[in-house]
């Protein structure tokens, strides 16, 4: 009996506070990190989107594989992936490669050639990336992770 007055006590004196209903969906710094690993990080950043109470926090990477052309840079890219655990669900070469994490639950990333417009929304990554390297080609890659 006492339990029970001491609960509405708490809950009609706001001592019990509900939990929030927003929270914020971000890949783990290790996947990231094993994603970083697969070449030469050129450039990073990221953004942010809310839905209902939900942060999506979704990380945009630009990596040389050490590839000479668009083709041979995605194949090469996804090769990595695969032998650091990412699993390939969808593609369609030599436009996308889909993948999911199998050691980061609901981690997901798309892989692509290189190209400007991707970023056009993040003129100073471009800045950084004006000088291109003789004969390299880059990929880019958005991660995020998701509810499910």
């Known amino acids: ?6 609960g509405m006590v708490l809950v009609v004196s706001g001592c019990m506070s509900s939990p ?12 990231l990190d094993s994603i970083r690993g697969i070449g030469e990080l050129r450039a990073e950043t990221s953004r ?5 109470g939900i942060t999506q926090v979704e990380n945009l990477l630009v990596i040389s594989v050490g590839a000479i052309d668009e083709r ?3 194949d090469k890219a996804a090769s990595l ?16 490669v889909s993948m999911e994490s199998v050691k ?6 798309a892989l692509r050639p290189f190209s400007p417009d991707y970023l056009e929304e993040y003129p100073e990554i471009l800045r950084k990336l004006e000088i291109p390297i ?3 080609s880059l ?7 998701t509810a499910r």
């Open 1 to 6: 009996m006492a339990i029970v007055v001491l």
């Open 20 to 31: 929030s209903t927003s929270s914020t969906l971000q890949v783990l710094p290790a996947a």
């Open 48 to 52: 942010e989107d809310e839905d209902d």
């Open 72 to 74: 041979e840079a995605l």
């Open 81 to 96: 992936l695969v032998a650091r655990g990412w699993m390939i669900v969808a593609e369609n070469r030599p436009v996308i």
């Open 104 to 109: 980061w639950e609901h981690t997901h990333l």
């Open 134 to 136: 003789e004969g390299e």
């Open 139 to 145: 990929v880019y890659i958005e991660v995020l992770a």
